[in-house]
């Protein structure tokens, strides 16, 4: 089964490139039913040996094709914080409509697409150890895994997320 994460994370735009983490390590996400998700450190390792085309898409929507490692568009690594990632937006609509949300600070965060291979469980908290990664999103609205920052950044200035986001996630997870 297909499993997707939503996380606030940092992202960056660079003149037609975006820049940031799709996941952090040890960061926790409320993913229904009273289970706290986090990622082990190197939970993308395998994938990323391995897997010949990862997408980056928006929304999770594979209409919306920003990158893909298979071209060198998108870049993924894992580092000690988490997964990076760095990509070279298109010159189409969607990309320019990515990048104007990304540098004035209104996107919602970064998601990825995955299947668990190995994860640890006590009915309570769930640990993601291995996944099997299939793509990474730009998303428009709210992520699920908190404790981070994501910015947007033009070559002259940052913006930061606006704290109503994060309260409009928790809203939402209260509701699920």
């Known amino acids: 089964m297909i499993e997707k994460r939503f996380q606030t994370t940092e992202l960056r735009a660079k003149g037609r490139r975006l820049e940031g983490y799709a996941a952090l ?3 926790e996400a409320r993913i229904g039913a009273g289970i706290v998700e986090t990622i082990a450190p190197g939970a993308f ?3 990323l040996a391995q897997r010949a085309d990862i997408l980056a898409l928006v929304d999770h929507d594979p209409t919306r094709v920003l990158a893909r490692t298979r071209s060198g568009s998108l870049r993924l ?3 000690t914080r988490g997964l990076n990632f760095d990509m070279d937006v298109p010159d189409t609509q969607v990309g320019r409509d990515v990048l104007t949300l990304a540098e004035r600070g ?3 965060g970064m998601s990825f697409g995955f299947e668990a291979l190995d ?3 006590d009915g309570v908290r769930r640990e993601l150890r291995v996944v099997d990664l299939f793509e990474i999103s730009v998303v428009s609205a709210f992520p699920a895994y908190e404790g981070t920052v994501i ?3 033009s070559l002259v200035r940052s913006f930061p997320l606006r704290d109503a ?3 409009r996630l928790r809203l939402l997870e209260l509701l699920a």
Do not use: I, K, V
Request: charged share 40%; hydrophobic share 25%.
């Open 25 to 27: 390590f040890g960061s």
């Open 45 to 47: 390792s395998r994938t």
């Open 77 to 79: 690594s894992e580092d």
């Open 106 to 108: 209104d996107l919602g």
């Open 119 to 121: 994860e640890r469980s």
């Open 151 to 153: 910015n947007a950044r």
């Open 165 to 167: 986001a994060a309260r």
